[in-house]
Every structure is written in structure tokens, then in C-alpha cells.
């Protein structure tokens, strides 16, 4: 597994995502609250592509009349039937131990220790002033 | 763990994908502003539009009955980047679906404007009219791959037959559709006339699903949820099926080909398992009947495969497929609605290439006559 510099973090806008092919994969990373989520661009179901989902929350409710958003634009609501995963591990909504979207861990680091190593991309341009998003693929 | 799940687009979808040629037989283009189909229609009309706009025998006027799953019941991704509705503009329609998925002949199926659910039959039989040029003129005169139906609602039975004589002399349309939720079962003999006629120009009947005709759109009454009303649509389909065969519409225009869109395929065996059935108990009762139930089915009728069934386990799609038989479906995506189904994906069964080359093409063509 690679690490691969695939932007910098303010070229996500939040809410925003950002395909790259590692590997022969299009993966998808979404910017959420401040965090960075990398999955497998492609819904299990029938190949949607998962840029094109919508961002949706958690909605729950202990009692009619009376319901609560949580977890806002980390739910991710496919673009075509609708099948629901949560962005942070992947997993479907309603069927969690079979259905899952595979996901890539992302770190970010600083241009200055990007600069050091050993993480060096091979062609992103690495400014040290600036953080950069990392999936490992 | 489903093993469809991590894995890239492997190299032999890829080749299958350009080896294939599609033809889709559910294609659903969109008008993207009233103008564009106004200037098909008479003053008369172009003020009523204006003035009354649609009315149906539903509530919400300018809405469905039930909201959706999605805007426009369509893909999320399939909104034009230029605007407009899903479905309305060409270029983005090649972009998204037609070019990338090999599509080598569309079939359009129009559902604005509730065109067979009008409450005023003038009215209706006004706009079905105007979208039947504007489906040349918008679509099939600028990408010959799509093809246009022949819009007939058949309870105006006068009108529909003098629209079908109208579009045939154009020459340009490959089938006559009508509606599966009109006043009556599709099989009663007030609708004989278009079936005969259809007989005579070899032009397929075609059925998709939709409309409100006035009925509850299931046996048991209204449904409470867009989930149930969605459902329906298998049962409208069975009725119409039930309809077409016990009221002999075979065995009366034997050369009719009877195409159901959109109600999938699942219901079918055991639909005609119980008709057969039925039809050793009470033959009698239906003399016009000289064969089996099922063997009108499996000679005269034709299914589109979406919204495909999605059984657990993908042996019981394939038995499905060998219950209705290989030679009955055509395949149909409805793009660009939200239950699109991908040609590359959607059956979760292993075809033979044979098998794959007749639903995604060649018993399309035959029927249709591409």
C-alpha cells in the first residue's frame, strides 16, 4: 500500500470531492466537517458513480413529532437507487455486514514534512506553506 | 462479503461493454420548456395549456400523488449541466448514456405532461399529438438511434385511431403505445379497433407503465406510500396481461406483438402458471380461447427486463430468466429515472453470449424491425 498526495486540502471545498485514479481505481474523496473520507468510487450495487451521491445526515427519532440530524453530510445517499453507506467506513446503511463501499485511509500532512520524506510524490507539486490530503492505496 | 464490492471495472466488462451493441427499449426524454411542444399544437390548445394546464383525476395538480424518490423521479447525476429537466437535452443524453454505453437504438418513451391521464380527452389527445412530431423533430431528426412511439391514449379510440393513421404515413415511428391504466382493461373489445389496426401496419403495441385512469392503481384500493405505488405497477402489468389473453386479443390479431415496458419480469411465470391453470378449470367460459394461456404468452408478448429483480441469491434471477424465456425480454434502462438500470450490471447472473446477444439486441430488432 502507497501513499499517494492527491491534493491539497483546500482544493476539497467542504462539503466538496475530488476523484483520482490510484491504480487502475477511481477513488472519491470527500471533504466533511473538516474531515477527509476516501472510498472506493463506485456504488456495489450498480456502478453509480459515488461523486454524484448526495451528502446527507443521520435522521433519527425517539418519538412522533420529535426528530434529530446528526452526523450532517456524512452520509453518503447513492446518485441513482438511493442506497445509503456511511462515509467514514463504508458500510451500507441496511445491510452492514454484507454490502460495504471498500475505503482508503487519508491523512494530512504539512508541505514542510511532505517536503522531508519519504513521502514524496512523484509528480504533485509539494509547497511547504500548505497541508496536503494522503490517501494510502 | 459480496465480491462486487472492491474491485476496479475489470477488463472483460470493458470488452463486452464495446463487443455489445445496445438496444434499449426504454429510453425517457423530457420537454425542456413548454414552448418547445406548444409550437405543435393549435392556438386553441396553446391557450388551454396556458390558461387550464393539466388536469387529472389524481389530486396536486403539477405533481404526483406521491412524492418520490427523487426530483423528477430521475438520477441524481442526470440533471443536464446546462439546465433543464433530466432527460432534455440530447448532447448530455449522448455524453452520459448513449455514447459511453454503445446504445445503437433508443426507444423513446414519453410520460410528460401525463399525457394518457388527462381528464380532458381533446386536451390529451392535443399534447399526444404535439409530443408525437416533437419526438422527430427534438429527437429522432437529430440522433437517428432514437426512435419514437406512436402516442394513441386508447380511450379516445377515434382520435387514437386517426393519430396512428396520421404518424404511419409519416413512416417514421416504430411502435403504438398505449396506456395500462386507462377506463377499461386493455383487452375489452372498445379498444379492438387499435389492435387491428396496429395488426395492419406491423407497428408492436407498446405498454408502459404509468398513468392515473381513474381507478386505484391497485386491485385493493389507493396506496398509502410512493413504495406501494411503485409496486403496483407489477400488478397493473399482470391485470393487462390477464386482460389481453383471457379476452383473446392473440387468437383475434394473431400478428399483433404486444411489448410491456417497465413492469419487469419477476411476475410473469406465475401469472401464467395461474392462468393455465384456471383456463383447464373454465374453458368453457372462455371458447374463444384455442390454446393455453401461456402459450399466447410466450408467442405474442414481449417484456422489458427493468426495474429488474434482485433476488438473494442470483440462481433465482436465472431461473426466472428460463420461466419467461430468453426470447420474451428485451432489455430496457430507463434512463435517466432514478431505477435506471446499467446494462453492464444489472443482471447479477451469468448470460451465455448468445443469451446476452438476444435480450440486449437482437429480439428488439426483430420486433421492432431495425
Not at chain 1, 451528502?55 to 437507487?81: D, M, Q
Not at chain 2, 392515473?212 to 409496486?231: F, I, L, N, R, V
Not at chain 2, 430468466?321 to 434502462?333: N, Y
Amino acid at each position: 500500500m502507497a501513499r499517494h498526495i492527491i491534493a491539497s486540502t483546500s482544493e476539497i471545498p467542504p462539503g466538496g470531492n475530488k476523484v483520482v485514479e490510484i491504480n487502475g481505481r477511481d477513488i472519491v474523496v470527500f471533504h466533511v466537517n473538516g474531515e477527509y473520507f476516501a472510498l472506493l468510487n463506485r456504488c456495489p450495487h450498480a456502478g453509480a458513480p459515488l461523486e454524484k451521491a448526495a451528502c446527507v445526515a443521520r435522521l433519527t427519532s425517539k418519538e412522533p413529532g420529535v426528530y434529530e440530524r446528526s452526523r450532517v453530510g456524512e452520509l453518503l445517499r447513492c446518485a441513482w437507487h438511493g442506497w445509503e453507506f456511511d462515509m467514514r467506513n463504508g458500510q451500507s446503511w441496511f445491510d452492514p455486514q454484507r454490502v460495504k463501499i471498500r475505503t482508503y485511509p487519508v491523512v494530512i500532512e504539512d508541505g514542510e514534512t511532505l517536503a522531508k520524506g519519504p513521502y514524496v510524490a512523484e509528480t504533485f507539486p509539494v509547497h511547504v506553506e500548505d497541508s496536503y490530503v494522503i490517501v494510502e492505496a | 462479503m459480496s465480491d462486487v464490492i472492491d474491485r476496479p471495472i475489470l477488463a472483460e466488462e470493458e470488452a463486452a461493454k464495446s463487443r455489445l451493441r445496445i438496444i434499449d427499449c426504454d429510453v425517457h426524454p423530457s420537454i425542456h420548456a413548454h414552448a418547445d411542444i406548444e409550437q405543435f399544437m393549435p392556438k386553441r390548445w396553446q391557450e388551454h395549456l396556458r390558461t387550464y394546464g393539466s388536469h387529472l383525476r389524481t389530486p396536486y395538480i403539477g405533481t404526483t400523488p406521491y412524492p418520490r424518490s427523487s426530483p423528477l423521479i430521475a438520477r441524481r447525476d442526470a440533471w443536464p449541466p446546462t439546465g433543464g429537466p433530466p432527460g432534455s437535452n440530447l448532447e448530455f443524453m449522448r455524453k452520459q448514456y448513449l455514447d459511453p454505453l454503445n446504445v445503437e437504438f433508443g426507444i423513446l418513451q414519453v410520460l410528460d405532461l401525463f399525457i394518457f391521464s388527462q381528464q380532458n380527452l381533446e386536451f390529451g389527445a392535443a399534447i399526444q399529438r404535439a409530443i408525437n412530431d416533437w419526438q422527430l423533430a427534438f429527437w429522432s431528426d437529430r440522433d437517428p438511434r432514437l426512435k419514437a412511439s406512436i402516442l394513441a391514449g386508447q380511450d379516445d379510440t377515434q382520435f387514437a385511431i386517426a393519430e396512428i393513421e396520421r404518424c404511419a404515413k409519416i413512416g417514421r415511428y416504430v411502435q403504438i403505445n398505449v396506456c395500462p391504466r386507462a377506463n377499461e382493461p386493455l383487452g375489452r373489445r372498445r379498444y379492438w379497433p387499435i389492435y387491428a389496426r396496429a395488426q395492419e401496419l406491423g407497428l408492436p403495441l407498446g405498454i408502459h407503465v404509468g398513468g392515473y385512469g381513474g381507478h386505484a392503481p391497485t386491485g385493493g384500493g389507493w396506496p398509502s406510500y410512493y413504495a406501494e405505488e411503485h409496486q403496483s405497477n407489477a400488478h397493473t402489468m399482470a391485470a393487462q396481461l390477464t386482460s389481453l389473453v383471457l379476452e383473446g386479443i392473440p387468437e383475434r390479431f394473431p400478428k399483433l406483438k404486444i411489448v410491456f415496458i417497465e413492469g419487469g419480469f419477476g411476475w410473469i411465470p406465475s401469472a401464467t402458471w395461474r392462468m393455465d391453470r384456471h383456463f383447464e378449470a373454465f374453458r368453457s367460459e372462455v371458447p374463444h380461447l384455442k390454446r393455453k394461456p401461456s402459450e399466447y404468452v410466450k408467442e405474442h408478448f414481449w417484456f422489458t427486463t427493468q426495474p429488474i429483480d434482485e433476488p438473494d441469491e442470483a440462481k433465482h434471477l436465472r431461473s426466472l430468466i428460463e420461466w419467461v424465456g430468453v426470447d420474451r425480454l428485451l432489455f430496457s434502462s430507463d434512463y435517466p429515472h432514478w431505477d435506471f438500470d446499467d446494462p453492464r450490471y444489472a443482471f447479477k447472473t451469468p448470460l451465455t453470449d448468445a443469451e446476452r446477444r438476444k435480450i440486449f439486441n437482437s429480439n428488439a430488432r426483430a420486433i421492432y424491425k431495425f
